[in-house]
């Protein structure tokens, strides 16, 4: 269990976030200037809060009214920057041995060997930082911080400054890294789509406060963290089927999705993000639309913003699917709590930034 309370006054900004989350990956989100950073900062001993305890389970980095504040150095931190950071001088089995050396003696250490395998580097150990892409580089930067035994990993931005191609080639790393290693992560990104893909627990933040705490589909789907543009769904399927047309049909508690070619074997778990905004609603099943994905549900909850917008809630198949709507549209459906209605959702509204293999996959799902 991951341990955190803050309090602490700037001249033009005070932070109070207090949080539990439990083991996995923990995504700090919000918009810059939210605290994203100023929480790890006081996490890693960077910033000293003027109130606040950092523990995970009996490890107590931080407690100001025990008189607790460990040094960054003592604290057994696992750090990703937004930049590999390796040393140019060293190969990369050099910057691994590097994260090593640091470890206490005693310490549990993850196998050289099983890192190297899980983050795909083995081609890579003879080479120099300069002759690895960035994608790369991030790759060994995860490796030299796991190898370094700690207790907490943080990853500040990791993916911010890769474009999307090598975002999707590390992506899948961090969900191996979530999956496969004990060693809790507290993660900063302001991107929902790393949100819905990686995180065990999110926490949002606002002007420094705590405006939300949740799973993804709890918290993306909440329109007061999120913002009505952010609000979105996320949903769990099987690979049914890939198609010879370029589709993959897979198959969902609320029905069959079709969606581009995903990059998984047939009978593997994924789960796709669907943001509110990209979803119709139809009271009636409609026919001869172009859209492949329509999905029988009943409205739960219908929530009237400021504006022209509204959220409507519905429940497919045991799912919760969000649609973001204009009011007149739901006045002129007469929309109520407790009513049918087919969502539907374009299959080309689904990228592959939205689609990742879920916290838990079926004991009988292959591997994603």
């Given amino acids: 269990m991951l341990e955190v309370s803050l309090r602490h006054a700037f001249e033009d900004f005070t932070l109070d976030v207090e949080f539990n989350a439990p083991p996995g990956v923990t995504v700090l989100f919000g918009r810059s200037g939210s605290g994203k950073t100023t929480v790890v900062n006081a996490v890693a001993g960077l910033l000293t809060p003027d109130v606040g305890r950092v523990a995970t389970d009996d490890w107590v980095l931080l407690d100001t009214t025990q008189r607790i504040r460990l040094k960054p150095h003592h604290r057994r931190l696992g750090y990703i920057f937004q930049e590999g950071r390796l040393f140019p001088h060293l190969t990369v089995k050099q910057n691994l041995a590097y994260g090593a050396w640091f470890a206490p003696r005693h310490a549990p250490r993850e196998d050289m060997s099983h890192v190297v395998e899980m983050l795909g580097i083995g081609p890579l150990l003879n080479r120099r930082p300069g002759a690895l892409s960035g994608g790369e580089k991030q790759r060994v930067a995860i490796g030299r911080a796991l190898l370094a035994a700690p207790r907490l990993i943080l990853a500040d931005e990791p993916l911010a400054a890769l474009d999307d191609a090598r975002k999707a080639e590390i992506l899948p790393y961090f969900e191996r890294l979530r999956d496969e290693v004990s060693v809790p992560i507290l993660y900063v990104s302001h991107s929902a789509s790393e949100v819905a893909r990686l995180a065990?627990?999110?926490?949002?933040?606002?002007?420094?406060?705590?405006?939300a705490v949740g799973t993804p589909g709890e918290v993306l789907g909440d329109v007061g963290a999120m913002?009505?543009?952010g609000a979105a769904s996320v949903l769990k399927a099987r690979v049914a089927r890939h198609h010879a047309d370029g589709l993959s049909e897979l198959?969902?508690?609320a029905g069959p999705l079709?969606?581009?070619r995903i990059d998984a074997p047939e009978g593997a778990m994924i789960q796709l993000r669907i943001t509110a905004q990209d979803v119709i609603l139809s009271r009636a099943r409609p026919e001869g639309l172009s859209a492949l994905n329509i999905l029988k549900g009943t409205v739960t909850e219908i929530?009237?913003?400021q504006g022209p917008g509204m959220m409507v809630l519905l429940d497919v198949g045991g799912d919760r699917l969000s649609a973001r709507i204009t009011r007149r549209s739901a006045e002129a459906m007469a929309l109520a709590v407790g009513q049918s209605?087919?969502?539907i959702v374009k299959t080309v509204s689904v990228g592959p930034e939205d689609v990742g293999r879920p916290l838990q996959k079926a004991a009988d799902a292959p591997e994603p």
């Fill in 227 to 229: 913002g009505a543009r």
């Fill in 303 to 305: 929530r009237a913003g």
């Fill in 258 to 260: 079709w969606l581009p």
């Fill in 251 to 253: 198959s969902a508690a």
């Fill in 341 to 343: 209605c087919h969502a």
């Fill in 200 to 211: 065990t627990t999110v926490v949002a933040l606002r002007d420094g406060q705590v405006a």
